[in-house]
């Protein structure tokens, strides 16, 4: 079955789900503020019609940079539920989050039990291996991107959610509060999150075999979105373009990003929507690499019809 099959099938299941466990709506219904569409998309998912969820961010915004507005105060200071991601990604949150003056507050990091969280350290070396070749060899200030490495859940790389099994993870810790909070939901939230878990199963199922007949698994991100994505089906990322998110990379780290597409004969280089730059088309003139534009933010349609359209995507490119 592959990719776009198998979110059609999920999806219906999901539906049947629903169908016999939803309420009819009420004016009682948890109030839920995300920070991505993604995590609001989860909400819908496992809550129903028990929920009413109101996302943040959009989708075309950088989660890294967002300034916040004064009607996202007040979109918290009536909510129930801040669901956010965790790791330090939402820094800018605080101040809202207190100036909403809401003590009812229960703030839910889709991150929170994730035991093997991956270093945010774009800075850093790639490996030593790499970094002995002549043609790219990089100091420790001038890197292009590292393997990653665990660290402890409190920093590290926050884009968890394009792993399907650390969705598993953040929507357990949502149902758990949403339960607390509602018991006379609890059967529809925990059939929810059952039937959703299959989905997700289906999913991570078909990417897999997508993945397994390619012979060169590799390629350059222009932002460090994709670790946990590439450790879950087996991808290389050999490099990231961005060495910090929101600044571009020196001439120099340009240059030895050229070198190193040529020695190791890189395929692809992947950018995103919400970070317009000339960058990745100048490297493909240079290099002839082919340029993938993936929207790790992508919600529209659902999670796992955004996450199997990305993954085609990158199957696609990498044959």
């Known amino acids: 079955m592959d990719i776009k099959r198998a979110a059609i099938v999920a999806a219906g299941m999901l539906l049947l789900a629903g169908c016999a466990t939803a309420p009819p709506k009420t004016s009682k219904q948890l109030r839920i503020v995300t920070t991505i569409g993604v995590l609001a998309d989860w909400a819908r998912q496992v809550g129903g019609d028990r929920v009413e969820v109101t996302s943040l961010l959009s989708g075309n915004e950088s989660p890294h940079t967002y300034e916040i507005r004064p009607a996202d105060v007040k979109t918290i200071a009536d909510a129930r539920i801040l669901f956010r991601v965790g790791l330090g990604m939402e820094e ?65 790389n926050p884009h968890i959610w394009l792993d399907p099994e650390y969705a598993k993870n953040g929507i357990e810790n949502l149902v758990r509060e949403l339960v607390k909070l509602d018991p006379k939901g609890e059967s529809l939230y925990l059939n929810h999150e059952a039937a959703y878990f299959v989905q997700l199963d289906s999913l991570s199922a078909a990417i897999v075999a997508g993945f397994s007949g390619l012979s060169d698994k590799r390629l350059i991100t222009y932002h460090d979105a994709w670790p946990y994505f590439a450790r879950r089906f087996g991808l290389d990322i050999v490099a990231t373009i961005e060495p910090i998110p929101g600044q571009e990379p020196s001439a120099k780290q340009l240059a030895r990003m050229v070198d190193l597409i040529r020695y190791e004969r890189i395929r692809v280089v992947t950018t995103e929507p919400q970070l317009p730059s000339a960058l990745p088309d100048m490297l493909a003139r240079e290099t002839g690499v082919k340029v993938l534009v993936l929207n790790p933010l992508e919600s529209q349609g659902g999670y796992i019809a955004a996450l199997g359209a990305s993954a085609n995507a990158l199957i696609n490119s990498l044959r």
């Open 92 to 156: 800018w949150l605080d101040p809202a989050i207190e100036n909403s003056g809401n003590k009812r507050l229960v703030i839910v990091d889709a991150s929170a039990g994730v035991n093997d969280v991956i270093a945010d350290v774009d800075h850093q070396a790639k490996s030593e291996a790499r970094s002995q070749k002549p043609e790219v060899r990089t100091s420790e200030s001038e890197s292009l991107a590292p393997n990653p490495q665990p660290l402890a859940p409190a920093s590290g």
